[in-house]
């Protein structure tokens, strides 16, 4: 079974400034999708951005990017110029990349970490 | 706008009641469909898995008599949790994805439900 681990319960960082969120998995197989989502307050689930293994270029966003390293089974979120409505609960996810049986399409969530953002 | 629509956002109700949940997806069909519940500050927690038209596959621990999920047609799913008591009360969470053989396309979260058993 896929397993997600993420080892920041919180993190802060100070508006405009840089911070790393981080998340490493575990799983058997060599295609799958990574994702980050963020859930503000309201409780909203918003994908932030999505990474396919099987592309070596790492993923970015706007300010968001990911540092994808398949062989440490690492995918970390950076997040640049912070801004006050980052703030929320971040969450790492994997979804697999073939249709198996009833678990085709199932996220499997890290534990989350809640980002702070200071003025 | 919203892709998919979670139906009431917010209930309150008293121990031993059933409370129907409904997750609607807007402008696609969804094949499949998920329900998942969180605690606070806490990850989400798949329950089950739906497919339009066939029995819904819930994760282990899961009572599939407790948690009752119907996914009647392609648009709606709903979740039903019977007899509720205060240890039920939670934020629950749908969530709907295309039909197809792209896993590439995320899923679509409803914006959840508070459930408060008194």
């Known amino acids: 079974a896929q397993t997600v681990t993420q080892s920041q319960p919180e993190m802060s960082v100070q508006e405009a400034e840089t911070v790393t969120l981080s998340c490493t998995y575990d799983t058997s197989e060599s295609d799958y999708y990574l994702f980050w989502y963020k859930q503000p307050p309201s409780r909203q689930m918003i994908l932030v951005i999505r990474q396919e293994a099987y592309k070596q270029q790492n993923a970015t966003e706007n300010r968001f990017s990911v540092n994808f390293q398949k062989a440490a089974k690492s995918f970390s979120l950076k997040i640049s110029d912070s801004q006050l409505g980052d703030a929320a609960m971040y969450f790492c996810a994997y979804r697999r990349a073939n249709a198996g049986g009833t678990s085709y399409g199932k996220l499997t969530f890290g534990q989350g970490t809640i980002l702070t953002v200071h003025p | 706008g919203a892709v998919v629509s979670q139906h009431p956002s917010r209930v309150i109700c008293k121990s031993g009641t059933s409370v129907k949940i409904e997750c609607r997806s807007l402008d696609f069909q969804a094949t499949t469909m998920f329900w998942y519940r969180q605690f606070p500050k806490q990850s989400l927690m798949l329950m089950a898995t739906?497919?339009?038209?066939?029995?819904?596959?819930?994760e282990q621990g899961v009572e599939k008599d407790k948690f009752l999920i119907n996914h009647a047609s392609l648009t709606l799913s709903t979740l039903t949790v019977t007899s509720a008591h205060p240890e039920d009360s939670s934020f629950y969470i749908c969530?709907?994805?295309?039909?197809?053989?792209?896993?590439?396309?995320?899923?679509?979260f409803g914006d959840g439900t508070r459930l408060s058993i008194l």
């Open positions: 969530s709907a994805e295309f039909g197809g053989f792209d896993s590439n396309q995320p899923q679509h």
């Open positions: 739906s497919n339009e038209g066939s029995k819904a596959t819930y």
